[in-house]
């Protein structure tokens, strides 16, 4: 068995698979690693294209769109190498991209989960919003990147060039031993798409490992392949399921204080997109997001009572992340560490 395995996740993504998969196996030592696409039921010529042109890439068929938490768990049951790679579709890799990170699992077995370097295929100069240089979180639940605060977008200059722990690791490249996968019950369904990575690390972290950016390995990402930037459905999800990782993975006394003032403050914002840009797209999503939050919580309940250990992991930002935008006009991760 090989020491890797790397899983592409493809939902009518062929237009991808054509640009990247043949840039992923020319840079990717092969004997380190087997290769996967997990399709997610496409109708596209995703299938016919993998077969005629790369018959050696494993291809695992689920037989619906069971988004990416759930396509991912579905695809990776029989998936047995050691450490998994999952990646999008839509990742130009880079040479020697994949041997710092496999070196630095095999020198710390402590280590549960990697994330490169991850910059933007649109303009190489910047960070890309998904990842950056890893990502933490705040007491209420707002994400934040090495690299990316909020909207804007840091031009990397290697300032974020060092090895450190994170909260959690970008979905589009994250590296996961496949045993602390399973341990912790992989990613939660529920979510469909966004945010699933954070409540899996959130969960990784809390079980005694570590979380890690290492970017001496640099990949570049398209971004917004599935669904693009400013969607309804994605907006929609990103509020849903960060209300959805509150409820689910902190400690009780927590939750009955910070619960309660990240639903006022998503409220604001949704007043504030309508005043901002006239338009009440946002303002439908947040609210959608609540609803569907507040009919999930018979099944969250049951879900938070299944989780062993909860609580912020140590790698938690201790300022509040939207305080220090809006009120002190932090623009970049490093002002948020003085």
């Not at 997990?38 to 890439?57: G, P, T």
């Not at 934040?144 to 031009?155: A, H, K, M, N, S």
């Not at 496949?178 to 959130?202: P, R, T």
């Not at 409220?267 to 009440?280: D, E, P, Q, R």
Request: charge should be positive.
């Amino acid at each position: 068995m090989k020491p890797c395995a790397i899983v592409i996740l493809n939902w009518n993504g062929v237009s991808f698979l054509k640009q990247y998969l043949p840039v992923l196996l020319e840079k990717t030592p092969e004997s380190l690693v087997n290769i996967y696409v997990i399709d997610n039921h496409s109708k596209d010529e995703s299938i016919h294209f993998l077969r005629e042109h790369f018959a050696s890439v494993g291809l695992i068929q689920n037989k619906k769109n069971l988004g990416f938490a759930g396509g991912y768990n579905e695809g990776l049951k029989t998936i047995q190498e050691p450490i998994l790679c999952l990646i999008n579709s839509d990742i130009e890799v880079t040479e020697n991209w994949l041997q710092p990170i496999l070196n630095h699992f095999n020198e710390f077995p402590n280590v549960a989960s990697i994330q490169p370097k991850i910059l933007d295929l649109k303009d190489k100069r910047k960070f890309e919003y998904a990842g950056g240089s890893g990502g933490f979180y705040d007491h209420f639940g707002y994400a934040v990147c090495r690299g990316r605060y909020f909207d804007q977008i840091e031009e990397d200059t290697g300032q974020y060039d060092d090895i450190v722990d994170l909260f959690w690791a970008s979905g589009c490249c994250i590296f996961v031993r496949n045993s602390v996968f399973k341990e912790v019950g992989g990613f939660d369904s529920d979510y469909f798409a966004h945010q699933e990575e954070i409540d899996l690390c959130w969960r990784i972290n809390n079980y005694g490992n570590k979380i890690r950016v290492v970017p001496q390995s640099v990949v570049y990402h398209y971004g917004g392949g599935s669904l693009p930037y400013g969607s309804y459905f994605k907006s929609y999800l990103n509020f849903r399921n960060s209300l959805f990782n509150l409820f689910k993975n902190l400690k009780k006394r927590h939750l009955f204080f910070i619960l309660p003032i990240r639903l006022v403050l998503d409220g604001v914002a949704a007043i504030h997109s309508v005043v901002k840009t006239k338009n009440l797209l946002t303002f439908r999503s947040i609210l959608h997001a609540h609803f569907s939050f507040y009919l999930s919580l018979p099944r969250l309940i049951q879900k938070r009572m299944k989780i062993k250990h909860k609580g912020y992991p140590v790698t938690t930002i201790k300022k509040y992340i939207l305080l220090d935008y809006y009120i002190f006009k932090c623009r970049f991760f490093s002002q948020l560490l003085h």
